[in-house]
Structure formats: structure tokens, C-alpha cells
């Protein structure tokens, strides 16, 4: 009897345990989670690119439009707005743990995050660091995510740590299906992202 009720006892341990972890990843929608899966386990593959598109930006400070390129190479990235887009053009160039702005007329400003030297320069909260998974069609690891999909399986809409990203249209490049039309809404921050050329890179580690 007491080794029932010890074995009883550790059983009550760890379920309450697991529930207390949780799903990182709540998923629903149309498609099948096993191809979801599959498809993720493709995406993640995709760890260079180059991009160029349209971005649309609607904040407190700065609302407008205008362009966008993208390379990123593994953990080094470069991304360049250009347009009206109302403090001007702005490059993001770095990797993990040091990253440079440099803002048309204005200078040029180093830190240790992209969202730091974007909030502290133009007042944006963007999360950069999530958006290389989010541009791909991937929710960011380290945070819950909850997921809703397409009838094939690909992300309609995401929403996670205060974000609710729409994905309204992919294309066929190439071995991959990419998002092609992106909708970003944040607390204080809108931003459309619509690629007209991607070139995703499966690069070696």
C-alpha cells in the first residue's frame, strides 16, 4: 500500500509539473500540425537572404512609406529603408550583441540591440530579433506563440509577445514558400511588409 500510494503520489508530481510548463506553441486553424511541423522544420533551414520590397510604417512619430532591402547572412544582417518614410533613410547593419543605426541627417548611433537603437533613435518598438523568424513564416523561439493556419498548413496569423502578425499572401521561391505580403501590429506600431524579390540561402554553419 505505501508503495501504490508513493508511485501515486510522484504521478500527481509530474503531471502537475508538465501542466505547469505549458505549450510554447498553441496551434489551430485549418492545416495539420504534423505538416506544420514539417514545414517549420524546412523554414528554420533558410538562415540567409536577400529581400526587396515595400514597407509601410504607422507610428506616434513616423508614418509613411517606402522602401526596403534585407541581406542577411546567418547572425550578420543589413537592412536599409529608403523613402518617405518621415525622418528619412535609415540603415541597420549587426550581429547579436552589437548593432549600428545610421539615420539620413542625423548620425550615426551604436548599442548592443536593434530594438534598443530603434527605440532610442526613431521611437519605434519593433522586435527586429523576432522579425528574422516572423519574415520567414516562423514564430520566434524563447516566447509562447499562438498560431492559426492556412489551409496548407502555412501561417495565417500569428500572435506573440504583443504581436499580431497577418500573413495575407505567399509565392514559390524556388524549393521554398515564402510570405510575400506581411502585416505587423504591435501596441503602438503598424508596419506592412510586401516583398516583391525574395532569395532565401540555405548557407553552411
Same mark, same amino acid.
Given at each position: 500500500?505505501?508503495?501504490?500510494?508513493?508511485?501515486?503520489?510522484?504521478?500527481?508530481?509530474?503531471?502537475?509539473?508538465?501542466? #505547469?510548463?505549458?505549450? /510554447?506553441? $498553441?496551434?489551430?486553424? *485549418? &492545416?495539420? +500540425?504534423? @505538416?506544420?511541423?514539417?514545414?517549420? %522544420?524546412?523554414?528554420?533551414?533558410?538562415?540567409?537572404?536577400?529581400?526587396?520590397?515595400?514597407?509601410?510604417?504607422?507610428?506616434?512619430?513616423?508614418?509613411?512609406?517606402?522602401?526596403?532591402?534585407?541581406?542577411?547572412?546567418?547572425?550578420?544582417?543589413?537592412?536599409?529603408?529608403? #523613402?518617405?518614410?518621415? /525622418?528619412? $533613410?535609415?540603415?541597420? *547593419? &549587426?550581429? +547579436?550583441? @552589437?548593432?549600428?543605426?545610421?539615420? %539620413?541627417?542625423?548620425?550615426?548611433?551604436?548599442?548592443?540591440?536593434?530594438?534598443?537603437?530603434?527605440?532610442?533613435?526613431?521611437?519605434?518598438?519593433?522586435?527586429?530579433?523576432?522579425?528574422?523568424?516572423?519574415?520567414?513564416?516562423?514564430?520566434?523561439?524563447?516566447?509562447?506563440?499562438?498560431?492559426?493556419?492556412?489551409?496548407?498548413?502555412?501561417?495565417?496569423?500569428?500572435?506573440?509577445?504583443?504581436?499580431?502578425?497577418?500573413?495575407?499572401?505567399?509565392?514559390?521561391?524556388?524549393?521554398?514558400?515564402?510570405?510575400?505580403?506581411?502585416?505587423?501590429?504591435?501596441?503602438?506600431?503598424?508596419?506592412?511588409?510586401?516583398?516583391?524579390?525574395?532569395?532565401?540561402?540555405?548557407?553552411?554553419?
Amino acid at each position: 500500500m505505501q508503495l501504490r500510494h508513493c508511485l501515486a503520489v510522484c504521478a500527481l508530481a509530474l503531471l502537475a509539473g508538465c501542466a #505547469g510548463l505549458g505549450p /510554447r506553441e $498553441a496551434v489551430q486553424g *485549418t &492545416g495539420s +500540425p504534423t @505538416q506544420w511541423n514539417a514545414n517549420k %522544420a524546412v523554414l528554420s533551414g533558410i538562415n540567409g537572404w536577400e529581400i526587396s520590397g515595400k514597407v509601410g510604417i504607422r507610428a506616434p512619430q513616423d508614418s509613411g512609406s517606402g522602401t526596403l532591402y534585407w541581406l542577411q547572412r546567418q547572425d550578420y544582417y543589413d537592412i536599409r529603408l529608403s #523613402g518617405p518614410l518621415g /525622418r528619412g $533613410a535609415a540603415r541597420l *547593419t &549587426g550581429h +547579436p550583441g @552589437q548593432v549600428s543605426l545610421e539615420v %539620413a541627417n542625423q548620425g550615426r548611433y551604436q548599442a548592443d540591440s536593434p530594438e534598443t537603437l530603434l527605440k532610442e533613435q526613431l521611437g519605434w518598438n519593433l522586435p527586429v530579433s523576432h522579425l528574422v523568424y516572423w519574415v520567414r513564416g516562423l514564430p520566434a523561439p524563447g516566447s509562447k506563440s499562438s498560431v492559426t493556419l492556412d489551409g496548407d498548413s502555412r501561417l495565417a496569423h500569428l500572435e506573440q509577445d504583443g504581436w499580431r502578425i497577418d500573413y495575407t499572401r505567399y509565392s514559390a521561391q524556388g524549393d521554398y514558400t515564402l510570405p510575400e505580403r506581411i502585416k505587423l501590429q504591435g501596441q503602438d506600431l503598424d508596419v506592412t511588409l510586401v516583398i516583391k524579390d525574395w532569395q532565401p540561402r540555405r548557407l553552411g554553419q
